[in-house]
């Protein structure tokens, strides 16, 4: 069956949340990237978009709710917690906190682990399909396991197509990299993935800096989700690129020098003008979009650490990870 494509109007949005609560696949508009949903309490549901994915089972997903309220009921929010949800929520954050008692996410949807992660989308859109849904909705983002992830439609079909029931159609994804995920659970709050909301941010509603993972030597990574290779485009990608070299694309940055990487036949330029917001916005776009006319390599522009930054390396660097 083809996925149907639903508009993003009051009939749209109660279809998505009658499929939704009828077991079925919909891809989710976000603010950062669309989301491959299912009703996070039903591990039917929840199994199908790790069959959708081709995912391996042990990744835990995000449960997505429409406000703070919805998500006390799913997990334990202590005072740091609860100040970044206050903060930074309706947005690109995700907390993982202890589950709560009487929390309606599956194990599946959490792997089996002790703690669950939560997050109130940005997207006003995708707020009123999770109010129509009524309850927690899992979602990772909407591509097949290891591709680039999808910030516009066209992204969600091409990988899925056929495979899911519907896409509530938003457009695209105006912040473009996923949310950032930071743990609070015993001990100072971990930053588990950077994303949509900058570090600098975080720490300063914190009044401290966020710790770093620690992951024992052999032992399984905080975040199971965040294998190296991810966000694979089909081509090598070399980061930090100051000079092209035959047969390469180019994603650029900001201005670029006359002797730098303006010399590639194909590229294509994330903000012109150094903003990493916009940067940020057209990442994965401009990773397909280099991709899909087949370059052995993609050469990518230094791009500063800073801000979204630290968001657009992380993904730029698993792009590059050896797979
Ligand atoms: O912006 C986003 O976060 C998007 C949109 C759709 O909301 N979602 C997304 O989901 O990026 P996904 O599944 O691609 O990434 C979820 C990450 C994984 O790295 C997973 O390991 C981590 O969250 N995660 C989920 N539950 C966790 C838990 N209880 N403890 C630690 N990490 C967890
Ligand atoms: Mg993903």
């Known amino acids: 069956m083809p996925t149907r494509r639903l508009a993003a109007d009051e009939a749209g949005i109660a279809e998505a949340g009658a499929l939704l609560r009828a077991g079925q696949l919909v891809a989710i508009p976000t603010e950062t990237v669309y989301g491959l949903g299912a009703d996070a309490s039903d591990p ?6 790790y069959a959708a994915k081709e995912r391996p089972r042990f990744n835990p997903l995000i449960a997505h709710l429409p406000d703070l309220a919805a998500a006390r009921r799913e997990g334990v929010f202590g005072p740091d917690a609860l100040s970044l949800a206050e903060a930074f929520w309706p947005g690109p954050l995700t907390l993982v906190v202890p589950l709560a008692v009487g929390g309606t996410v ?54 899925l197509d056929s495979r899911i029931a519907a896409i509530l159609d938003g457009g695209s994804c105006p912040v473009g990299v996923e949310s950032t995920i930071v743990a609070c659970l015993d001990g100072p709050p971990v930053l588990l993935r950077p994303g949509g909301v900058p570090r600098e941010a975080i720490e300063a509603v914190l009044g401290r800096d966020l710790a770093l993972p620690s992951a024992p030597e052999g032992a399984a990574p905080v975040s199971p989700g965040l294998l190296a290779s991810h966000y694979a485009p089909r081509a090598a990608v070399r980061l930090d690129a100051t000079r092209i070299r035959p047969g390469e694309a180019a994603l650029l940055f900001g201005p670029v020098p006359p002797d730098g990487l303006a010399g590639a036949a194909l590229s294509l330029n994330l903000s012109p003008a150094g903003d990493l917001a ?8 401009h990773l397909r979009r280099l991709d899909a006319a087949g370059p052995a390599t993609i050469a990518v522009a230094p791009i500063p650490e800073r801000g979204l930054g630290e968001a657009i390396r992380d993904r730029l660097a698993r792009a590059a990870a050896p797979r």
């Open 278 to 285: 916009e940067a940020a916005s057209h990442l994965f776009a």
């Open 44 to 49: 039917a549901a929840v199994a199908g978009i």
């Open 106 to 159: 599956c194990d599946l949807a959490r792997a089996g682990l002790p703690s669950v992660a939560l997050r109130v989308p940005g997207s006003r859109l995708a707020r009123d399909l999770l109010t129509a849904a009524g309850r927690p909705v899992a979602a990772p983002s909407a591509n097949r396991s290891g591709r680039v992830s999808p910030t516009e439609v066209d992204h969600v079909l091409g990988d």
